[in-house]
């Protein structure tokens, strides 16, 4: 029997890292420390809660953060009476609650710091995040999918075992508004649980969402007006549509290239626009064409088969 992963295989945690927030995994209550506390302050606050860092917030606002290297340092150099506003580090790389997790992983493969501060869009700190609470928090989700699919698993039936017709599809609309981030990803997390509702393979489902994802957030960041994802599902395949009223690609050839983006600055700050969209879409694609006019918009279609058969039927 050919296996559904044959094209490109998603990883059940490489999926959740799509479909998690980084606010789903962060630790909520933070031990802050004042920027006019001296470096003896700051250590005797490490020994008593045993932890090796932590932000610093004045204002209510993150100003900066402060590690067990800098007291290390400090210790060194015997300056212990120094402030932490001297000591700490000023603007900080901090990521967004309301990011999907992913972009928490690449950060943390980039750079190898130990914790990130989260703050929300008003740059007020309402976190911090590891590697420990992003493990936490994936096998917490894992726990819960798994609860709820011995919950559907004798009352969900595949659709197209029960219906009766020589073609048959569903066609799934999901619209989508420009520069809302903070629902950026429902469409996508709607169409895998609806699939998965429909008995599809749980495989075939993580690549359609993560697929789906990269053409949701294009939208998002790059329409005008907006636009609407369009999933069409048969018995052999799944097809989605993205389209959008927006500026167009004029270089398709070179948006397909890993890393490229014309996403402006204030786009990337929010943790957006790294580039790798429409690559990511390709890799999950069984089929993948892109059709974009200058000042009218863009028309993506992806086609995931079900099966390797399906995808070599359609190839004669």
């Known amino acids: 029997m050919d296996s559904p992963t044959d094209r490109k295989e998603i990883t059940k945690l490489q999926e959740l890292t799509y479909e998690l927030k980084v606010g789903d995994a962060m630790t909520r209550n933070v031990l802050t420390v004042s920027p006019d506390a001296t470096m003896a302050d700051f250590r005797e ?32 150099a015997g300056e212990l009476q120094a402030t932490v506003r001297e000591r700490m580090h000023p603007k900080p790389v901090t990521l967004y609650a309301d990011e999907p997790l992913v972009h928490a992983v690449s950060r943390f493969s980039e750079l190898k710091y130990g914790r990130f501060p989260v703050i929300d869009r008003n740059g007020s700190l309402v976190g911090i995040i590891t590697q420990g609470d992003i493990v936490r928090a994936m096998l917490k989700r894992l726990e819960i999918s798994y609860r709820e699919e011995e919950i559907h698993r004798y009352r969900a039936s595949h659709i197209f075992e029960d219906i009766i017709a020589d073609e048959m599809a569903l066609v799934l609309g999901y619209r989508v508004k420009p520069r809302d981030f903070s629902h950026a990803g429902e469409a996508s997390s709607g169409l895998k649980r609806t699939l998965s509702r429909l008995g599809i393979h749980p495989a075939i489902i993580r690549r359609v969402a993560v697929a789906t994802y990269e053409a949701e957030i294009n939208i998002v960041v790059y329409s005008n007006d907006g636009g609407e994802i369009v999933a069409e599902v048969r018995r052999d395949r799944i097809k989605i549509e993205a389209m959008d009223r927006g500026p167009g690609i004029p270089d398709i050839e070179l948006a397909m290239q890993p890393g490229w983006s014309t996403a402006p600055d204030w786009v990337r700050e929010l943790g957006f626009g790294a580039g790798m969209g429409l690559p990511n879409i390709k890799s999950c694609a069984d089929m993948m064409k892109l059709e974009s006019t200058v000042g009218v918009g863009t028309h993506l279609t992806i086609i995931i088969y079900l099966s390797r058969n399906d995808r070599e039927r359609s190839a004669k």
């Open 45 to 76: 606050i490490l020994r008593a809660n045993r932890i090796s860092g932590t932000p610093v917030v004045e204002d209510g606002k993150m100003i900066g953060i402060v590690t067990i290297e800098d007291l290390i340092k400090a210790l060194a």
